[in-house]
């Protein structure tokens, strides 16, 4: 089993910035893929961000250039830096863990952006 827990969501400016972070409860080290999800009011839950072996990442084309996801394996974490915030950004993110066959999700943390 292993429990994520996200931090550092919150409400800010079109334009600004925020920092996400996943702390996983063991080692990543050996976690086939993490990532980062979101889900707005009455839509489905999307991908916005992975990284796999070899840090290899994968973006959703609506974030390209503007977050950068990435893995520190000595804290057991993900972040997701998200930089020129849109209000269509505004969502619950999550922080999404699989190893091997299974899929672990955390609990999310809110994004809001304001116009």
């Known amino acids: 089993q292993v429990q994520l827990v996200e931090s550092g969501g919150g409400l800010v400016q079109a334009g600004g910035s925020l920092r996400l972070s996943c702390v996983a409860s063991?080692?990543?080290?050996?976690?086939?893929?993490m990532g980062w999800y979101r889900q707005a009011p009455g839509k489905q839950r999307e991908l916005v961000a992975t990284v796999g072996p070899g840090s290899r990442t994968n973006y959703a084309e609506s974030v390209k250039g503007r977050f950068t996801i990435s893995r520190e394996i000595a804290k057991k974490s993900v972040f997701l830096q998200m930089n020129s915030l849109k209000p269509e950004d505004t969502a619950v993110y999550y922080c999404?863990?699989?190893?091997?066959?299974?899929?672990?999700w955390g609990q999310g943390t809110q994004v809001t952006v304001s116009s």
């Open positions: 063991r080692s990543i080290f050996n976690f086939n893929v």
């Open positions: 999404r863990a699989r190893v091997f066959s299974e899929d672990y």
